[in-house]
């Protein structure tokens, strides 16, 4: 299979089987999409013959993958609900506000030990492990989150196994102790703002109804300066309220911030949902971010955008993006009580209770259905040039806007096939310059 597509003037052959890209004349775009095209003789049979030396050297309508993955149940990654409360009341939180649909509370030590505990006795034979500390907001939490690292250090050391911690705060109760911690022990902090002051306090307030700009934003830089060249990622969610996007993105990237990741809101609140009418201002939305994007780093002034990062000859192989991303088999949702649910977007849903830390997975049949997801299972996809790089999309959102995992929801395709290309037109930009 392959994609052909232009970029303002320029055009593009991505070949799915092997993963390459190419930039081509508008005359070879035409012809491998079908589409009339005037050429003399000469010029038609030196389009032909292109064509033929790429498909020889296997980068042109290559054979693409039909081989399911072998899926490990070997455990490698929890992420752990240590608050359901929150001290913000954004309005598009999918997490109910923080608290799930259920009550308030925090977890204890005792259960984030069970929890780590749990990991190191379902990893086998895996040396790296994951612990993600989620919420509601974590830091309402941060004594239990401390133990919990130094905990897992400690027990991980023992067996020989290596943890990666990572947070998500909304940044109101980052201190200047709460920065030394996360540059020691952290291995990626996503940190979360909406952009520009306007758009971000319309919907992320703090309990008392008041916009929280003012409040993190300081904080935020204050932690950008400090983390050095650690990971890190300031996340925004745009809505239907904000489809001007791509100007919170730039003031992001103008506040000092070069690890932008900004996602369409998934939500059914009407005012904020995004709707079908509104992909044609989110498509040109995608391509004015992608131009400035290219001419900020041909000057030197880069940023990292997570949509526009895309490495089709060094990323994951290929087994891993026929095998989306593991929730419910190699990776778990861990709430308050310590329960166990696929992933964060399953938590609290009954009818995804897999277990618990205490007595482990309960739910194997469950769990069998998690591992057999995978690419293939997805029948809308097989016909998609984005299947091996979106893999499908995420199982939650599936599920919530189409009743079932493997049926993708339509809305997130159409945003994720013009971010790629848009990224793929940044990747063949920035080889030019290389070149």
Known sequence: MRHVFSYHGKHYIYDVGSGSLHECDEAIAK???????????????????????????????????????????????LCLHVSHDC???????????????????VMSFETAKAAIDFLLRESGKRRVLEVDFFGGEPLMNLDVVKKTVA??????????????????????LLDDETIRFFNEEMENVVLSLDGRKEVNDAVRKTV??????????????????????KHYYVRGTFTA????????????????????????????????????????AIEREYEALCDEYV?????????????????LEGGPCLAKRVSACGAGNEYFSVVPSGDLYPCHQFAGEKDFLMGNVFDGIQNEALRMKFAENCLFTRKKCEGCFAKYICSGGCSANNYHFTGDMNTPYEMTC??????????????????????
Do not use: W
Not at 158 to 172: D, E, Q, S
Not at 208 to 229: E, H, L, M, T, Y
Not at 256 to 262: A, C, R, T, Y
Not at 414 to 435: D, F, G, P, Q, T
């Open 295 to 311: 001419r900020r780093e041909k000057e030197g002034k880069g940023f990292l955008f997570f949509h526009f990062q895309i490495d």
């Open 151 to 172: 905990y897992a250090k400690e027990e991980g050391a023992k067996l020989g196994k290596k943890f990666l911690f990572t947070t998500t705060t909304n940044a109101l």
């Open 31 to 77: 012809l491998l999409a079908g589409q009339p095209v005037a050429l003399t003789n000469s010029e038609l049979s030196a389009s032909l013959e292109e064509i033929r030396a790429l498909r020889e050297a296997g980068l042109l309508d290559a054979p693409e993958t039909r081989e399911r993955p072998i899926k490990s149940h070997e455990i490698k990654a």
């Open 414 to 435: 159409a945003m994720m096939k013009k971010r790629i290309e848009c990224a793929m037109h940044v990747l063949a930009e920035r080889k030019s310059s290389e070149n």
């Open 241 to 280: 309220k904000n489809l001007d996007f791509s100007k919170d993105v730039l003031f992001l990237a103008d506040s000092g911030f070069d690890s932008i990741s900004m996602e369409p809101v998934v939500t059914d609140i009407e005012d904020l949902q995004i709707k079908e009418e509104h992909l044609p």
């Open 208 to 229: 008392n109804g008041k916009g929280s700009f003012d409040v993190v934003i300081g904080k935020i830089k204050k932690f950008v300066r400090a983390r050095g060249d």
């Open 87 to 105: 001290n913000l009341r954004c309005r598009y939180c999918f997490a109910d506000e923080g608290a799930y649909h259920a009550k308030r509370e």
